[in-house]
């Protein structure tokens, strides 16, 4: 029994000493691994800390003390927000909170004042046994220097997109089955489309079908290698329809490897250099026939006098044969055709000469219903037999500050114009109007500003034009006539004058609706007066009869002298005839007594008609002077004829207003 005891004495004992060398075994183990540790903790070159789930920090490596500048026992216990933020409390985001709720590790990127610099913050769960966190390991890695070159690389990437975004050079990159995959802003704004709009949708959808062919062979090329780089001048469809014009550079992008990845291309806008180049071949284009019909008009220059002078036989002959004979004879028609080719050439000459010269305008103060009052007479044989002329003219009208010779072209242009667009007969109205436009007003009527105006509105019950025709009837030569017969000048001739007198024309139509223009002409503030043109009198003569009048007639043409003489005869004139200047002196000096008026066309042969009647003048003043003239008009002759208070006639002139022009000399 003593011996079992002793044995079993002696075996714990072996077993103490093996158990008490295992521990110690383990303790130096345990505290090599733990030296081990501390070791590679101390050895982090980043601070690092050991927090405890309270936030409160265990342990802190050199690298931490250091960079604080606290002591190890000064951050024992101090939470890791107050030494790192110097916050009482978490901060949204803060690593730790987030881990103790996830049990993940964490990482976050974040300014540390204490330790100086942008650092990214690792935060590491310590996990028990139990599978519970432990502790936390806190890692502060420095990464200011590489946050720096974050920055610098991202400011220059905000750079070079800020210079995408902005140059004025359209860039886009497509995929290889031409897919847009961006583009900047300039190439947007090119073809209507925002960026999101633009990106997946097919190359082939913004390409116009004339370059869609050419194109696609040329992105092929480079696809396969044959090319690098192309350009072309290609057409694009922009987003609302209309084609826009771009010079395209196009290379493709490759890997490392040199397979292709993209295509890259740049585009400059050259739609309104082609614009400008289409409007500056039509501008030359019109140009050409601009110097033709300024040939043309140098030259109608040069013979008016006698082409003047031939139209005023041929108007004034057929005139006065008209009131001679009844309408239902059967050559009143073929007459009155006469008379109605001679106002055309007469008005074709007008516009040659307006449209040729550039002519300044002679303004003065002037009543528009006066001008119709004159006008409708000739209107009445202008116009067919099938339109009826009805006129709606404002009793108290503005008076307005113009040209009534340029005036007076207008209204026939259009008068004809409106003839032209009713061949099967209808109705020209022509009403005059005083009008004030508001600021409210203006903005609902196309060209025209505030104040006030006299309207003349021309209307017609015609064909009416469709808009394509309404776009461009203002433009020079245009014409929707056929050959021969229409020059195009005349709307354009009705534009240039309403804008050189300041006003505006706007024009309404419909097909199968008709057509109206409205003119407004800015009101004059001054009181109309007589045209040195054709005098607009305040009352009506009930005879033109001569009453044994006796004219001086001062004629160098035989025709136009035959016809004035026919005319005065017919009225009850007296007449004398002179074919130069010469042979009127003489018959001055002998019949002065009974001479009442000189009738004399200022370029006669031998002399001046100003200067010969500047002579007579003074030897009877109270000789009555009308001049004539078959020139083109010349604003500082007419200015001297009304300074000498003498009386003016354009040649070709009507007989109604001759033989009223006499008349109201007496």
Not at 578 to 596: P, V
Request: aromatic share 8%; glycine share 6%.
């Amino acid at each position: 029994m003593g011996m079992i005891t002793g044995g079993i004495f002696i075996l714990l004992i072996i077993i103490i000493f093996l158990i008490k060398k295992q521990v110690n075994k383990k303790t130096v183990e345990l505290k090599k691994s733990r030296k081990e540790w501390e070791e590679i903790f101390q050895a982090i070159g980043q601070p690092t800390l050991i927090l405890g789930k309270n936030y409160r920090i265990l342990n802190a490596n050199k690298a931490a003390v250091k960079k604080t500048g606290l002591k190890l026992d000064q951050l024992k216990n101090k939470k890791c927000y107050d030494l790192y933020h110097n916050n009482n409390n978490t901060f949204k985001n803060c690593p730790v909170k987030m881990l103790l709720e996830s049990n993940k590790k964490q990482v976050i990127q974040r300014q540390l004042h204490i330790l100086g610099g942008y650092y990214m913050v690792t935060v590491t769960p310590i996990i028990n046994k139990h599978g519970e966190i432990d502790k936390i390991i806190h890692i502060a890695i420095n990464i200011t220097e590489r946050k720096k070159m974050e920055n610098k690389l991202k400011q220059e990437e905000q750079r070079f997109r800020r210079i995408y975004e902005h140059m004025g050079v359209g860039i886009a990159s497509v995929s290889l089955d031409f897919i847009f995959e961006n583009a900047n802003q300039a190439y947007c704004d090119m073809i209507g489309y925002n960026e999101k709009e633009l990106r997946g949708k097919s190359l082939k959808d913004v390409t116009h079908k004339d370059d869609l062919e050419k194109l696609l062979k040329e992105l092929n090329k480079l696809k396969t290698g044959i090319n690098e780089h192309f350009r072309m001048e290609r057409k694009y469809i922009h987003k609302e329809g209309h084609t826009v014009y771009g010079i395209l550079d196009v290379s493709i992008v490759k890997d490392k490897k040199g397979a292709p990845q993209y295509f890259l291309g740049s585009v400059v806008d050259i739609t309104e250099r082609k614009i400008a180049q289409k409007e500056k071949n039509k501008l030359q284009k019109q140009l050409l026939q601009s110097q033709k019909l300024e040939s043309i008009g140098t030259l109608t220059g040069g013979i008016a006098h006698d082409f003047n002078n031939m139209i005023t036989v041929i108007k004034g002959t057929a005139d006065l044969l008209l009131k001679k004979i009844k309408k239902d004879d059967k050559s009143y028609g073929n007459i009155e055709n006469i008379y109605k080719s001679a106002v055309k050439a007469e008005n074709l000459t007008k516009k040659l000469l307006l449209f040729s010269r550039k002519k300044e305008m002679e303004f003065e103060e002037i009543n528009i219903n006066d001008i119709f009052d004159d006008l409708i007479e000739i209107l009445n044989r202008l116009i067919s037999e099938n339109i009826t002329i009805k006129t709606d003219l404002a009793d108290d009208l503005w008076s307005i500050s113009g040209d009534s010779n340029h005036l007076e072209q207008v209204l026939i242009n259009l008068a004809i114009n409106a003839r032209d667009a009713m061949p099967e007969g209808g109705k020209l109205y022509i009403r005059t109007k005083n009008e004030v436009i508001t600021e409210s007003r203006s903005e609902k009527i196309p060209h025209v500003t505030p104040g006030n105006y006299v309207r003349i509105d021309i209307e017609d019950t015609g064909k009416g034009m469709e808009k394509n025709i309404l776009d461009n009837i203002f433009d020079p030569f245009f014409t929707t006539k056929g050959r021969s017969k229409g020059t195009g000048m005349g709307l354009s001739v009705v534009h240039g004058i309403i804008k050189n007198h300041k006003g505006f024309i706007n024009v309404y139509s419909e097909v199968d609706e008709g057509t109206i223009f409205k003119i407004y002409l800015p009101v004059s503030t001054k009181k109309a007066s007589p045209s040195v043109k054709k005098v607009k009198k305040n009352k009506k003569y009930k005879s033109l009869d001569g009453r044994g009048t006796t004219i001086l007639i001062v004629e160098d043409e035989k025709d136009v002298l035959n016809l004035i003489e026919d005319v005065l005869k017919n009225y009850n004139y007296n007449y004398i005839s002179a074919e130069t200047g010469k042979k009127a002196k003489e018959i001055f000096r002998e019949k002065m007594n009974e001479i009442d008026v000189l009738l004399s066309d200022i370029i006669i042969t031998d002399y001046n008609g100003i200067e010969l009647a500047d002579e007579f003048k003074k030897i009877k003043p109270d000789l009555e002077v009308v001049l004539t003239s078959g020139y083109s008009n010349d604003k500082f002759i007419y200015s001297k004829i009304k300074e000498k208070g003498y009386s003016f006639i354009q040649k070709p002139f009507d007989i109604k207003d001759m033989l009223e022009l006499i008349r109201e000399k007496f």
